[in-house]
Every structure is written in C-alpha cells, then in structure tokens.
C-alpha cells in the first residue's frame, strides 16, 4: 500500500468503470423490460404509476385570505357543481366557511382556488360571477369543469394543466366540503345529524 | 402549597389531569391533603366545544396536541392504530375524547393463568373491585341496564336509565337472532338525563367531542370538585420533563416547562404519574438518573415495553333497507358472547360492537359518486 495514494490496484479501477457502464445498461434494460411487462401484464398497475406521476398535484404554497372577488367566482362556481342553481344565502354561507377554511389553514388550497378563479374569469372573459346560470353552465360544460374524472391520457398531455388542476383538484374538493356541511345532510333529508343537537328520541325510530 | 419563584410545594403532586389523576385529585382534596396537577395540556373550556365539534364533523381533530414534536407515535403489528387520535392532552385527558363505553372486566379476566394457563394473574380481584366499580359508576353517571348475561355480578344499580336501542339496532338483533347471538344494552359514562349537574345528552352525534357535557370527563366531574374544596390546584400546560431523585432514592421533585420552555421545580412529599399508558412510561424512562440509568421503576426493563391498546376491526357492508345512521354518535347494543371464558387459551377475548355513526359521510359520497355534477351539468 503506498503512502498518500490510492490504495487500490489499476486493474481494479479499470473493471469498476466497465462495472458502472454495465449497471447502468442493465438498469435500462431492467427498466425498460419492467415497463413492458407492466403494460402487458399490470396495465392497471402501470397506468396508476403514470397518473400518480402526472396528475395535478397540491403545491406547497403558503395559506392565506381569497379576494372578495376570488371568492364570490368560487361559490358562482359551486353552485353550478353541487346543485346547478342559485345557491341560497345558508348554501353559499356553507361554501364560503369551506374555502375559508380551507385557504386559511392548508398549504397550497389558496393557491389552488386562486388559480380556479382566475381561469374561470379569463374563460368567461368577465367575472365569472356576473354571468348567467345558464351561461355558466354552458361554459363549465364547454370545458368539461364539471367533470372531475380525469383520463390518464389527459395527464399526459402538456396543454390544458390549468383546467385539469380544476377538474382534479378543486370540483372534488368544493363538492365534498359542500356536502360535508349541513347542505349534506339536508340532501339526504336528514334534520339530525352530526354537530348538530336536538331530539334524543330520534334516533330511535325511522325518521331522518 | 406555596409558590416562589420558579419553586412550588404540594404534599401531593399528581401529573396528569385524565381519568386517573382528577379522580385522585378529589379524593385526597376531600381528605384535606394539598395537592398541585400538573397537566401538560391546555384547558378545553366548554364554551368551545360547538367550535370544537364543528371542527371534528371536518375530519379536523380537535384535542390535536399542542406539543406535536413530541406527540409523534408509530404502531406495530398488523392492525393500524392512530395513538394521537385516541389520546388527548388537557385538563381531562382522553376523558375528553373517550366515546364513554364503560364496560367492566369479568371475573375472570383477573385469573387467566389459573383459568386457561395464559397471561398472568392479577394481584387482586373482581370481588375486590367490585364496590369500587359501583363508586366510579355513581361518580361518571353511567347509564346502563344489567342486561348483559355474561356480565360479572354487581351489588349496585346504573345510576342512569340505559339508552335505548337505535334503529339500526333492530336490524342487527334479527340477524344476531338467526345466529344464536344475543345483544345487550352498551353502558354509557353519559346523562340518559340530567345528573351531577350535567345535562342530558342532546343526541349532537360527535362524541369524541360532546359540545353539552353530557359525556362525563373528569374536566367536568372531578376537577372542579378537586378545586372547589380548596385543596387541589391544577396547572395547565405544564409539562413534567423528569422525576428527581435524592441521596435516598426518594422521588422529591419534578422539573417541568410551560409554553415559555422555562425550568420550574416542584416539590412535594408524594408523586402519582397519572399520565396515560404511553406518557407514564416516557417520564419514567426520562427520569434516568446515575443510580437509575434505565429510568425510573424500571429494574425489569420492562417499562415502554409491550404496551398493548385496544383495536378495533371494523367491518361494514351496505344493506337495502335505510338504518338511518350518524343521528348519534356512541353505540347503544353489544354482544359479550364471545368474551366469554371458552376458549381464551386460544383466542383472546372480543365484543361485537354495532355502531351507531358507520358508514360514508354525504361529503365523502359526493365527490367520487359524480351525480351531483352530472346532475348540474345536465340542468
């Protein structure tokens, strides 16, 4: 062993470079041959490595406080969602407390609303909010808002993120925190449920 | 008691204001004896328990510890169990969130090894017990029915009339019917009507957090008593880091911090840790000390070793018929049936438990369901 130098012999040296060409060819032919088999025999796997790669995801941006603005375009755009209508002052009091919340408390949910409305203002070419019932659900159906089933090829594509963001992101969040509330229960015609206390005798009998 | 700077005294210091350390705090308040709690967590008033159970209908929890750098558990085995979700640090410990079942053991849970030749016998027993069970009942308010026909026997009544079966209940008694199994009413630390001040429960359906104090937590039932007579002092976000030892290998002092991470000593002739199955161990094993370097109480070894809750499976299904579920938020009907002493050398002991609150949330329906949408959509 020298004194100060490498330790190791040349030879050595020499076969740990092949080595490292080496690995690195099995390790595309490894993979190359895992996604092969993937596609052929797990194309369910496989498509759900994809999605999970490509679907919009949250980012880490700092919570805070929508606009007035922002904020009334998020509940013009829940009602469409939730039940294609006006919402009354109870209802859109339900969505606001959500995304209020949900803004306030959650990394990256004030940004995602943030985007939301922004697209839905440039889509509508006016505050979204100022538009009709009708014309709001014909632009949310022109551009498919509503549908929050988003397809592995639309993850793929690099056009159109804004809107997939919304579809996969904010529709089945809006939706679940809207039904989360009492407008909810209401839907499924209960009076009693939970937070909210009343009767101790109903729950023993057939009434919502 | 007296207070100096950064020093206190007690004859009595318990840490932890849960379901061991508020009743203790009374009973030695009664007798005359000063003692200080020190609870690690905050206190939870009543007044924001309708915020609080607002917050838990979110999938928010609300007794989340303020301390969560040191709050983080992991589990082993294969049952998942969220030990932060079934623990809770503040006046009342996880009596604030317990959903308030309150089942005694059997007789023969305290003989396993003479019974079945496992486990290990208890140094005392049921009968021993037993009167002390009737005084905990009286003191929580529980609601129940001695209905069970497995139960162990028991020399005083329920306090509280029970509860009556759910809707649901009626469901699950025709089945278990066909099946040979029989239910029994669910005894409940929770007012069927107004008792020990307390009023009777309003059916609000979030029990983990009851926003009326129906549910009894000793928050509410032991510790005003405690204060109230003059004797017991509780302080609140006060977190005991060790034990301290003298020449004697007496336990003299506790060191402890509050939000502020200053150092407080204090001093008392008797320690009680009454800090849950999980906190217990950590103190003592924080306690080490150059004549105890595995902690305190711990010649065995054994402490923080083997800690074993109890898990839940649950199992749902979906049925044709509406059982109306969510319209309250504890569980009226269980079967003993299979706790029974049968075959406990081969399998532990398990309660079927028919839950009232079970089942997919509105809010969890709609947003993968997709009619709403498409119901818009198409208007």
Redesign the interface.
């Known amino acids: 062993m020298r004194a100060g130098g490498r330790s190791r012999p040349a030879v050595i040296v020499y076969s740990l470079i092949v080595t490292r060409r080496r690995i690195l060819q099995l390790l595309i032919g490894a993979t190359g041959s895992a996604l092969v088999l993937l596609l052929f025999w797990r194309p369910q796997r496989l498509a759900h490595l994809v999605s999970r790669r490509f679907k919009p995801r949250l980012d880490a941006t700092a919570p805070g406080v929508l606009s007035e603005r922002e904020m009334q375009t998020i509940v013009a755009f829940t009602a ?6 006006e919402l009354n002052t109870h209802e859109a009091g339900y969505v606001v407390e959500h995304v209020t ?1 949900k803004a306030g408390k959650t990394p990256g949910y004030l940004s995602l609303y943030q985007k939301t409305a922004a697209l839905l203002d440039r889509l509508a070419g006016a505050p979204f909010s100022s538009l009709s019932l009708e014309q709001r ?1 014909g632009l ?2 022109r551009h498919r808002l ?4 988003v397809r592995i090829r639309e993850c793929l594509r690099p056009w159109g993120r804004e809107t997939l963001a919304v579809r996969a992101l904010a ?3 809006l ?7 009492p407008a ?2 209401a ?2 015609g ?1 009076e ?17 | 008691m007296a207070a100096g700077d950064g020093v206190r005294e007690a004859e009595v210091c318990i840490i932890g204001a849960g379901a061991a350390g508020g009743i203790m705090a009374l009973e030695l308040a009664r007798r005359g004896i000063g003692v200080v709690v020190l609870e690690s967590g905050p206190r939870h008033d009543l007044g924001r328990r309708g915020e609080y159970s607002r917050r838990f209908v979110k999938g928010e929890n609300p007794w989340e510890s303020p301390l969560k750098g040191i709050d983080r558990y992991t589990t082993g085995g294969s049952v998942g169990y969220r030990l932060e979700w079934n623990r809770a640090r503040g006046v009342g410990g996880s009596t604030l969130h317990w959903e308030g079942t309150t089942l005694r053991l059997r007789a023969d849970d305290f003989r396993m090894r003479t019974l079945h030749g496992v486990a290990e016998d208890w140094p005392i027993s049921y009968e021993e017990l037993e009167s002390y069970y009737g005084k905990a009942e009286r003191a929580l308010g529980v609601a129940g029915t001695p209905d069970d026909p497995w139960a162990s026997p028991r020399s005083t009544a329920f306090p509280l009339p029970p509860f009556p079966l759910s809707f649901s209940d009626g469901f699950f008694a025709r089945a278990c019917r066909r099946l040979d199994i029989a239910l029994h009413h669910v005894p409940q630390a929770r007012n069927s009507l107004a008792y020990g001040g307390r009023s009777r429960c309003h059916a609000c359906g979030t029990c983990h957090v009851c926003p009326t104090g129906a549910k009894a937590s000793t928050d509410l039932t032991h510790i005003p008593q405690a204060v109230a007579t003059g004797q017991a002092d509780v302080v609140a976000d006060a977190t005991v880091l060790r034990l301290e030892v003298d020449g004697s290998s007496q336990v003299r002092s506790v060191v402890y911090a509050g939000g502020d991470r200053r150092e407080r000593r204090l001093s008392a002739r008797l320690f009680v840790v009454a800090a849950g199955g999980v906190e217990t161990a950590r103190l003592l094993l924080l306690s080490a000390s150059p004549d105890f370097p595995r902690g305190l109480a711990n010649r065995s070894g054994l402490v923080g070793r083997y800690f074993t809750s109890h898990p839940m499976i649950d199992v749902t299904g979906r049925v044709a018929e509406r059982v109306y579920p969510y319209r309250i938020g504890f569980s009226t009907a269980m079967s003993g049936q299979f706790a029974v002493p049968r075959d406990r050398q081969r399998r532990g002991a398990f309660l079927l438990e028919f839950l009232n609150s079970a089942g997919s949330l509105p809010g969890e329906i709609a947003p993968v369901s997709g009619a709403w949408g498409r119901r818009s959509a198409s208007a």
């Open positions: 469409v969602l939730v039940e294609g209508r919340d659900i949310m159906k509503t549908d929050s089933d529709v089945p969040d939706i679940g925190g809207y039904y989360l509330s909810g229960w839907a499924v209960y009693a449920f939970p937070s909210r206390c009343g009767d101790l005798t109903r729950y023993t009998s057939a009434k919502a």
